[in-house]
């Protein structure tokens, strides 16, 4: 399995509203492209004000995002409202199971 973690820590004020899109935005790719799982965690300590979307999946391309109307509207709703949550810099990394 891979695991995509990506880090971005939250604007000051705003945890409520990104918890909230980044749960919205992950049951919406469990639903578009399934087969893939997406779970957002916070850290227990230090940095509080960061989220960590984890998508597992089975290889690292993923799927090509699909580009009827309905996703293309809901990722460009996510972009523009994560400008407002998130600070600009974010953090990828991939994963793989050890054998």
Do not use: C
Request: hydrophobic share 40%; aromatic share 8%; proline share 4%.
């Amino acid at each position: 399995m891979i695991y995509h973690v990506v880090t971005q820590s939250v604007k000051p004020g705003k945890m409520d509203e990104a918890r909230a899109l980044l749960l919205d935005y992950a049951a919406h790719v469990m639903k578009t492209y399934p087969g893939q799982k997406v779970q957002i965690v916070s850290n227990i300590g230090e940095p509080a004000n960061q989220l960590h979307w984890v998508n597992i999946r089975e290889t690292v391309e993923g799927e090509a995002i699909k580009q009827d109307p309905e996703n293309l509207k809901k990722m460009n709703e996510f972009m523009a409202k994560s400008a407002e949550i998130f600070e600009s810099a974010r953090v990828e990394h991939y994963y793989r199971d050890v054998e």
